[in-house]
T-cell receptor, first 112, second 114 residues
Framework: KQEVTQIPAALSVPEGENLVLNCSFT??????LQWFRQDPGKGLTSLLL?????REQTSGRLNASLDKSSGRSTLYIAASQPGDSATYLC???????????FGQGTELSVKP | DARVTQTPRHKVTEMGQEVTMRCQPI?????VFWYRQTMMQGLELLAY????????DSGMPKDRFSAEMPDATLATLKIQPSEPRDSAVYFC????????????FGQGTRLTVV
């Protein structure tokens, strides 16, 4: 069964700290992996998409990596800010334009 | 500003009533997904369409749920009859079957069945 797990479920850090969110997937035949952000009561905002042929993607202070052999992806957030507080979800896909399988998310709180 | 539009944003209904949720995918996208989000289960796929044809609806309770795409600009999700356990946030997402496809989500419909 294809499953995605995110650890930790919740994380609280002081402002300015660099942090890493973890995502693991059971089926390494991944097509791509997408990281999303969800603010309370809102929809999901796509942050980064990594194709299976890629090792990492960067957008501003965010860097996502993908290691297919170990079944892991990480989202690195540099110099965290209170505005980064949200739930971060990763989702795997196993074919082009295919359905996304989501982890349970990591709820991040960045304290001023 | 291209976005996925869902209506209504909130719906409160009594058990047994029919509920219809609508989604307007981003123009040009050929894949539409319906997800349900609850605290206990997280995000679960209910159904998805490609070029308006249903590809996978295995996550959907067939006896009460139905999903359709009457045309390329409209996707609907119906629940009849609704039950309290259907209370959740229902998200629609759209995408395009290209190498670098991303899924874009709507703001969701928060359904409460009392």
């Amino acid at each position: 069964k294809q499953e995605v797990t995110q650890i930790p479920a919740a994380l609280s850090v002081p402002e300015g700290e660099n942090l890493v969110l973890n995502c693991s997937f059971t089926d390494s035949a991944i097509y791509n992996l997408q990281w999303f952000r969800q603010d309370p009561g809102k929809g999901l905002t796509s942050l980064l998409l990594i194709q299976s042929s890629q090792r990492e993607q960067t957008s501003g202070r965010l860097n996502a990596s993908l290691d297919k052999s170990s079944g892991r992806s990480t989202l690195y957030i540099a110099a965290s800010q209170p505005g980064d507080s949200a739930t971060y979800l990763c989702a795997s896909s196993y074919n082009q334009g295919g359905k996304l399988i989501f982890g349970q998310g990591t709820e991040l709180s960045v304290k001023p | 500003d291209a976005r996925v539009t869902q209506t209504p944003r909130h719906k409160v209904t009594e058990m047994g009533q029919e509920v219809t949720m609508r989604c307007q995918p981003i123009l040009g996208h050929n894949t539409v997904f319906w997800y349900r989000q609850t605290m206990m289960q997280g995000l679960e796929l209910l159904a998805y369409f490609r070029n308006r044809a249903p590809l996978d609806d295995s996550g959907m309770p067939k006896d009460r749920f139905s999903a359709e795409m009457p045309d390329a600009t409209l996707a609907t999700l119906k629940i009849q009859p609704s039950e309290p356990r259907d209370s959740a946030v229902y998200f629609c997402a759209s995408g395009w079957t290209s190498l670098h496809t991303e899924a874009f989500f709507g703001q969701g419909t928060r359904l409460t069945v009392v």
